[in-house]
């Protein structure tokens, strides 16, 4: 039995798509469909029911499924057990919200780059709805958004939240100390509306009975903070993805006697029987911004910090 054939099914049915699964085994529609084809004649019975448009297993598809999982489980421990050791190449298709962009994930990879040479990257920013659609419907391997993604075969881990911070223009923000009030009569610039830090600036206000006066929702950190560069308003932002912005010299985080609510950040991916390669990177991930915490902890409780030099995650064995 060819398992490329048997690996094709599998994907065809955990993402209820032949073009979905076509995309990702890098094929066309009419290959995918070939496989398929040739793995329903060497087994004599039809795994997908074409008479409708919907996606649909027969009763001998889905009781394929297992064993195609199964088939391509013992393919990888046989490779693990039997294999020369060489290194194979790998393909992952990985998203990430601004936040996580402009925190962590650059020096992450970077690492894994080190550790993982023979890794090949698609990296998409995008915003934690449209990214956790994407690895639902198998377009992304693994993304990293403030929502954890549920859907068959998609498994979550929370990942350290990031703290959230008003910063201000050193020049024009020179208070040691303000009042939620006080930022309520301010241009306040915080994330898309109906995302989680646009949400939960609101119910801070709402907690204690404000109303502020305005709220400019921008989906861009590199617009919020070019915006707070040049004097206009305060924003909400991660702490540590403002401090490796050292191109911008005037930003202050600003002391409030209000604290806003931690961002989550959730890994979402697609578990994949033939190889461990999404959970040696997801584990990757995890590892870095731990040790990234660890060695930030101190700065994390500063009251006023501005430009920090970049951390040096602790390197850490993914084996």
């Known amino acids: 039995m060819n398992l490329r054939f048997v690996e094709a099914f599998y994907w065809v049915a955990s993402l209820k798509s032949v073009t979905r699964a076509a995309d990702k085994l890098f094929l066309t529609q009419s290959a995918m469909s070939s496989r398929i084809a040739a793995l329903e004649e060497e087994l004599g019975v039809l795994l997908l029911d074409r008479r409708e448009k919907q996606f649909r297993l027969t009763i001998a598809g889905a009781r394929f499924f297992t064993y195609a999982q199964r088939l391509l489980e013992l393919q990888r421990e046989a490779k693990a057990e039997m294999g020369s050791g060489a290194t194979q190449a790998v393909s992952l298709r990985i998203g990430a919200i601004e936040s996580v962009l402009h925190s962590w994930l650059i020096p992450w990879i970077e690492q894994l780059r080190k550790e993982h040479p023979s890794l090949a990257l698609e990296l998409t920013v995008e915003t934690t709805p449209?990214?956790?659609?994407?690895?639902?419907?198998?377009?992304?391997?693994?993304?990293?958004?403030?929502?954890?993604?549920?859907?068959?075969?998609?498994?979550?881990?929370?990942?350290?939240?990031?703290?959230?911070?008003?910063?201000?223009?050193?020049k024009l923000h020179r208070k040691r100390r303000y009042s939620l009030s006080e930022f309520g009569a301010l241009e306040l610039l915080t994330f898309q509306r109906g995302s989680h830090p646009h949400v939960a600036l609101l119910d801070l206000f709402r907690s204690e009975g404000l109303e502020p006066a305005r709220v400019h929702t921008i989906s861009s950190i590199s617009a919020m903070v070019q915006l707070v560069q040049g004097g206009f308003g305060v924003a909400t932002l991660p702490r540590y993805a403002v401090q490796r912005m050292q191109n911008y010299p005037f930003l202050r985080a600003l002391n409030c006697d209000s604290k806003l609510q931690p961002l989550p950040i959730h890994a979402s991916y697609r578990t994949d029987p033939a190889t461990h390669a999404v959970e040696t990177v997801v584990k990757s991930a995890l590892l870095f911004v731990d040790a990234r915490k660890g060695t930030r902890s101190g700065a994390s409780r500063a009251p006023d910090t501005r430009s920090v030099p970049r951390s040096r995650a602790s390197k850490k064995s993914m084996s």
């Open 130 to 170: 449209i990214l956790v659609e994407q690895v639902q419907r198998g377009t992304q391997d693994i993304v990293f958004a403030a929502l954890p993604a549920a859907a068959d075969g998609v498994r979550s881990l929370a990942l350290p939240p990031m703290e959230m911070v008003f910063i201000g223009h050193e």
